[in-house]
């Protein structure tokens, strides 16, 4: 299995940016998945994290600027971000609970390469 992030680059404040993460592979059923980001000299933090029915949660930091979102039947994950702030700067990875066969009845944690986000003020 593996999950590829994309839609980083480098953006004004106030811009926006959409982060998309296609997962493959072997893959039975997805559960939750969710967006971490990490900043120069600090540590991963959560960003969002959406189930599979679709219920979401938002760090308090993001709350009404970023939209989480999925599609099921394209095993992707999504993160709209709006009115970007240069505190924003991290590079963003997707997270993935994956179940990768119907024979194998536990989920497998999946982290993405990692999408680099630039706010510049």
């Known amino acids: 299995v593996q999950l590829q992030a994309s839609g980083g680059g480098l953006v004004q404040a106030g811009g926006s940016l959409k982060l998309s993460c296609a997962a493959s592979g072997s893959i039975f059923f997805i559960n939750d998945m969710g967006w971490y980001r990490q900043a120069p000299g600090k540590q991963r933090e959560l960003v969002a994290t959406i189930t599979s029915g679709g219920s979401t949660n938002y760090a308090d930091s993001v709350k009404g600027r970023f939209t989480i979102s999925r599609d099921n039947a394209k095993n992707t994950l999504y993160l709209q971000m709006n009115s970007l702030k240069p505190e924003d700067t991290a590079v963003y990875y997707c997270?993935?609970?994956?179940?990768?066969?119907?024979?194998?009845?536990?989920?497998?944690?999946?982290w993405g390469q990692g999408t680099l986000v630039t706010v510049s003020s």
């Open positions: 997270n993935a609970d994956i179940r990768t066969s119907w024979a194998v009845f536990r989920f497998q944690d999946y």
